[in-house]
């Protein structure tokens, strides 16, 4: 299995354009989960789906950040319009509740937002 | 809510020399999994080991070994005849034992090893 793969690697975009990040998780795994990581807050949990339904989003910053989860396979964050104190490295996993329990991560998207 | 602390944000190690990065939680479960994972340079989450809180043997992965004190709600990683490979960001981590739970991390610990 190629794990979990996210796109872009790298992104750098100007403060109030619109930035979507995009996330395949390793096929057959049920629950998926973004993660934002910054020098000052650490890794924090963003939002969570198992089943592909939202089950906590009380991560996301505000309205400007959104996610889905359309189908198994495919999940997106987007911030719109996005700022400089967007600025992070967003990483997506994913996990499959009837296995180890471990979450596999992927290689993250380096977000700039100049 | 979970909360994991890591009380030292950077340690360093001779090479061959053996350390101990230090975690603890809080929580109100019972039965959980505890993890540490490493995140080199290359930015990759990688998972070190695993435990689960109601085995009272603690894990041993090659070179990993945790030590795992319920009572003390403490998960420390030990890490023997360090490697130059090892330097890298250290996570512990919580996750309730329902699974597809979100992971809770500490801050890191940034462990250098140097020859």
């Known amino acids: 299995d190629a794990g979990v793969i996210q796109s872009p690697r790298h992104e750098v975009t100007e403060m109030g354009q619109e930035v979507t990040l995009r996330c395949k998780p390793i096929s057959g795994h049920n629950s998926l989960f973004w993660y934002r990581q910054t020098m000052m807050r650490g890794l924090e949990l963003l939002i969570y789906?198992?089943?592909?339904?939202?089950?906590?989003d009380s991560g996301m910053p505000e309205d400007r950040f959104s996610a889905k989860m359309p189908n198994a396979s495919f999940s997106t964050l987007k911030i719109q319009p996005s700022e400089p104190r967007d600025s992070a490295v967003y990483f997506c996993?994913?996990?499959?509740?009837?296995?180890?329990?471990?979450?596999?991560f992927g290689q993250g998207t380096r977000l700039t937002v100049v | 809510a979970q909360t994991v602390t890591q009380s030292q944000p950077e340690m360093s190690v001779q090479e061959a020399e053996t350390v101990t990065l230090s975690c603890t939680y809080d929580t109100s479960e019972s039965n959980y999994y505890l993890f540490w994972y490493k995140q080199p340079p290359s930015r990759q989450m990688i998972l070190v080991i695993r435990q689960e809180a109601y085995k009272q043997q603690n894990a041993t992965e090659n070179r990993f070994s945790v030590n795992f004190q319920k009572a003390a709600k403490s998960f420390s990683l030990k890490i023997s005849d360090s490697q130059l490979g090892d330097t890298a960001m250290y996570f512990c981590a919580f996750m309730k034992w329902a699974g597809n739970t979100p992971l809770v991390f500490g801050k890191g610990t940034r462990l250098s090893v140097i020859a």
């Open positions: 789906f198992n089943n592909n339904v939202p089950i906590d």
């Open positions: 996993a994913s996990s499959f509740s009837g296995g180890s329990t471990e979450a596999f």
